[in-house]
């Protein structure tokens, strides 16, 4: 019998219940029943598909199973201090986690439905829109992982993981018409988001802190595709995040133009979530 090769991202976790065991697990409070009622989830969901994702994005011990890591603890901070990013940042945590360990397919999974999504520009994510890109990411895993399709596990149900956490995002991509939904690519984005995102470009790149980049249309794509933001949005970001982190003014991020070479970004070093918050 052949293996089954998983992509899924599984749906029972949402925004809401990552908030509410973030802040319960923050304050010790581990009563796994009390906190399934909280969750309207059955305690064995709970325990069998929600803790381990959260353990996966490395939100929860792996050896003290209800205690949190130390990004659990920054992100249930965000949670506390400034809950619209929250989702935003968990976007980015599930999205880039393939850049760096490869076994965590269902992130490959989430960023390819992203990219896919963003080049589509607007679209309404109907019953056979979802097909078509569950058949996308089913084509693209057998190129990239030398399959057969027949053994790749991605369905119409890992769609609804994924767009579960695109609901979440601030400004929204995922918008309501009537009994339809539709996604549009977004025009701005909060600069702690951006700079997170821009440090994963600098290690998925391999690129030195305090080095110019120089916005070649595969970083600029790259950036926007991970933010879900449409190219011609990207210099009010930038400007929204040199305002905020300047470098001239001892912040740590800058942008500008170099004749011959064009657009440039730079990142000082690698910010703690805290620092960005």
């Not at 309207?40 to 939100?59: A, C, D, E, I, W």
């Not at 992982?145 to 119409?156: C, G, K, R, V, Y």
């Not at 400007?239 to 011959?260: H, I, S």
């Amino acid at each position: 019998m052949n293996k089954i090769f998983p992509l899924h991202l599984q749906q029972n976790t949402t925004l809401k219940r990552v908030a509410v065991i973030l802040e319960n697990f923050a304050t010790q409070e581990t009563d796994i029943e009390q906190l399934a009622v909280l969750c309207q989830l059955g305690s064995t969901v709970l325990q069998k598909n929600v803790f381990p994702f959260l353990r996966n994005l490395s939100l929860l011990d792996k050896k003290n199973r209800y205690s949190l890591t130390h990004l659990g603890r920054v992100v249930a901070d965000i949670q506390q201090s400034n809950p619209s990013l929250l989702g935003d940042f968990l976007h980015l945590v599930i999205y880039k986690l393939h850049f760096f360990e490869h076994e965590k397919r269902f992130s490959w999974a989430y960023a390819t439905v992203i990219q896919q999504l963003w080049l589509r520009k607007e679209v309404v994510l109907s019953p056979a829109e979802k097909k078509s890109m569950v058949g996308e990411v089913i084509e693209k895993a057998a190129v990239n992982f030398d399959l057969p399709t027949s053994e790749i596990a991605f369905s119409d149900s890992s769609i609804v993981g994924v767009l579960n956490w695109l609901r979440s995002l601030s400004p929204s991509v995922i918008k309501s018409e009537g009994k339809s939904e539709y996604f549009s690519r977004r025009y701005f984005c909060a600069a702690p988001i951006f700079l997170y995102a821009l440090d994963a470009i600098y290690k998925y790149k391999q690129r030195t802190y305090g080095t110019k980049i120089f916005l070649r249309e595969d970083i600029k794509d790259a950036i926007c595709q991970m933010l879900l933001l449409d190219p011609s949005g990207l210099d009010g970001t930038l400007d929204n995040a040199k305002c905020t982190y300047d470098y001239d003014q001892g912040g740590l991020f800058d942008w500008g133009y170099e004749g011959g070479y064009g657009q440039w970004i730079m990142l000082t070093k690698s910010p703690e979530l805290s620092e960005l918050i």
